[in-house]
């Protein structure tokens, strides 16, 4: 398994498995019914039908993944 460390908006950081990632968009925007917590750049949706914002661009974590 290969993983990738992303921050939270709330700053504290995890580790993703990268084979679970389904897909990889911009957040929602502020005031958005599917808004995220601010600070949220991306969201990272996952195969079990649950998804994680952090505070890297989209373009960041497509870097990490690699």
Do not use: C, Y
């Amino acid at each position: 398994m290969h993983f990738i460390t992303v921050t939270r908006p709330g700053g504290s950081k995890i580790a993703l498995n990268i084979e679970s990632i389904l897909s990889v968009v911009a957040a929602p925007p502020p005031g958005s019914p599917l808004a995220g917590p601010p600070g949220a750049q991306t969201r990272i949706n996952f195969s079990n039908q649950t998804h994680q914002d952090v505070t890297e661009t989209v373009e960041q974590v497509l870097d990490l993944i690699g």
